[in-house]
């Protein structure tokens, strides 16, 4: 079992940075594919990135070339560094924890923080 805590949300403007923050607990840590998924109003949770335990990464077409996700296993954490931040970016993110390969698939994460919020304004 893994406790996952999001941090590092807030309010940007267009074209501004944020970088992400996710603290997991447990001792297998480094074991775990991290994703990095979005959901805004009335619309459903989408996948924006995830590493596997080989530091393999996969990034939704949407945020290539703008978000860079990055784990330290020493530190149980994973982080999302979000540059060219654009208004379509604004939800709540998500972090998530999974064993299985399938990284962009919601319902292959057992696991999720609460949320933090990013608003990114005009």
């Known amino acids: 079992q893994v406790q996952l805590v999001e941090s590092g949300g807030g309010l940007v403007q267009s074209g501004g940075s944020l970088r992400l923050s996710c603290a997991a607990s447990g001792q297998t840590f480094s074991r775990y594919v991290m994703g990095w998924f979005r959901q805004a109003p009335g619309k459903e949770r989408e996948f924006v990135a995830a590493?596997?335990?080989?530091?393999?990464?996969y990034y939704a077409d949407s945020v290539k070339g703008r978000f860079t996700i990055s784990r330290d296993n020493a530190k149980n954490m994973v982080y999302l560094q979000m540059n060219s931040l654009k208004i379509e970016d604004t939800a709540v993110y998500y972090c998530a924890a999974s064993f299985h390969t399938l990284v962009v698939l919601t319902t292959n994460y057992p696991y999720w923080g609460q949320g933090t919020q990013v608003t990114v304004s005009s």
């Open positions: 590493t596997t335990s080989g530091t393999d990464t």
